[in-house]
């Protein structure tokens, strides 16, 4: 066993203009980051320029440069928590493409996911979600953290405006993808994961 922190990628998925995604991930990591066991790594795909170019064998030169970027990075995490807001019933397309692009980084590995809409709090994309990385051969945890009506739950300064509820469910979802990332990496050091 190991004792050295795990490293958790927190996935911004939303690259739109007016976006919550960036307010609600900065709340996440900071709940994250207080945490001795984890370092924390946040990835705003917006920072990301892939655009709509889809997996190829002839890759633009400035989408292999970004991926040259973030690909290490989704390599050196243990575990990732994915911020994910719902778009018509589902989640962002710039999402989809990004972990298109990608398949054994997400290997054996959990992911969690912290989501905000309308009514269903984004719900609905994360478990289209779910489908996705097991198809990647990742875990995801049972619990989440969902912001219902997300606009009006974050005040001014970008905290929620119920402080208590969220940071309970953070630690939950915290609990849970630090317990399957410590887990699985003690396991694929002695049985290496093959997909």
Same mark, same amino acid.
């Given at each position: 066993?190991?004792?050295?922190?795990?490293?958790?990628?927190?996935?911004?998925? =939303?690259?739109?203009?007016?976006?919550?995604?960036?307010?609600?991930?900065?709340?996440?990591?900071?709940?994250?980051?207080?945490?001795?066991?984890?370092?924390?790594?946040?990835?705003?795909?917006?920072?990301?320029?892939?655009?709509?170019?889809?997996?190829?064998?002839?890759?633009?030169?400035?989408?292999?440069?970004?991926? +040259?970027?973030?690909?290490?990075?989704?390599?050196?995490?243990?575990?990732?928590?994915?911020?994910?807001?719902?778009?018509?019933?589902?989640?962002?397309?710039?999402?989809?493409?990004?972990?298109?692009?990608?398949?054994?980084?997400?290997?054996?590995?959990?992911?969690?996911?912290? =989501?905000? +809409?309308?009514?269903?709090?984004?719900?609905?994309?994360?478990?289209?979600?779910?489908?996705?990385?097991?198809?990647?051969?990742?875990?995801?945890?049972?619990?989440?953290?969902?912001?219902? +009506?997300?606009?009006e739950c974050f005040d001014d300064a970008g905290q929620p405006k119920d402080p208590v509820?969220?940071?309970?469910?953070?630690?939950?979802?915290?609990?849970?993808?630090?317990?399957?990332?410590?887990?699985?990496?003690?396991?694929?050091?002695?049985?290496?994961?093959?997909?």
């Amino acid at each position: 066993m190991t004792d050295s922190p795990l490293r958790l990628a927190v996935i911004v998925g =939303s690259v739109r203009d007016g976006r919550l995604g960036p307010t609600v991930a900065t709340w996440f990591a900071a709940q994250a980051i207080v945490r001795p066991d984890l370092v924390v790594d946040v990835i705003d795909l917006a920072d990301v320029p892939i655009g709509a170019a889809a997996p190829s064998m002839s890759v633009p030169e400035p989408v292999l440069k970004a991926l +040259g970027e973030l690909t290490p990075r989704l390599a050196d995490a243990d575990a990732f928590v994915v911020v994910t807001p719902e778009y018509n019933h589902s989640y962002p397309a710039a999402l989809k493409n990004a972990i298109d692009w990608h398949n054994q980084q997400f290997h054996a590995k959990p992911v969690a996911f912290v =989501s905000y +809409g309308g009514i269903s709090g984004g719900l609905r994309a994360v478990e289209h979600l779910r489908a996705v990385f097991a198809e990647l051969h990742a875990v995801t945890t049972r619990d989440t953290v969902s912001f219902h +009506g997300a606009w009006e739950c974050f005040d001014d300064a970008g905290q929620p405006k119920d402080p208590v509820g969220p940071a309970n469910a953070a630690k939950t979802l915290l609990d849970q993808v630090t317990w399957w990332a410590q887990v699985l990496r003690e396991a694929k050091a002695t049985n290496p994961y093959t997909a």
